[in-house]
């Protein structure tokens, strides 16, 4: 069992350290409109890998379906996050010019889903790292072992985006609205590099 629980934190802190659409959308949230906003996209990001994870136990022929489709996933990827790019970027421009907090919205949680399933190393985890990874847990120690790493990835992985969000929120109040200006338009450089990244990887090559 010692082992499953170290799968479970190695692979969970990985997915959560890793700088990537999800990472910086997080950091985005928490840095303009606080921890609350930011834990949403946690929860989000979260929901959406229960989505994946349940059909990679049942239907692994549907994850591999799916990954081939990376044309597609990818393109919807790269518009969904060039369309936060361009939101990011209206936004840093209003906290420095006019020094005004956006305004809370209630969509939080949904970006934390999108960013991910619209993610094609989201769907590529799963079919070659995490189900591979739940199987050997289910080898070691039958469905407990499965239970027991499935819960330590996600309490590890999303506990760690939650202390990250947190020190970015607390810190925001601290560097004044310029400076949260300043890592919005930061953002928005990250997220369209990440759409550039996906359309000429999954969609140009």
Known sequence: MEE???LGVLLGAGAALSV????VTILNEAAIRGFGAAFRVILGSATADVILLLPALAFAWMIAAVAQAAFWVALIGAVFFACLAVQALREARR???EGQSPQARGWAFWKGVTANLANPLTWTFWLATGTPTMMRAQHLAGRTGMAVFTVTWFVVASGLEAVIALAVARSGRRIGRRGQGAFTGLSAVLFAVLAGMMLLRD???
């Open 4 to 6: 499953i629980v170290w």
């Open 203 to 205: 969609v140009i090559a």
């Open 20 to 23: 990537g659409p999800i990472f």
């Open 95 to 97: 906290l420095w010019r």
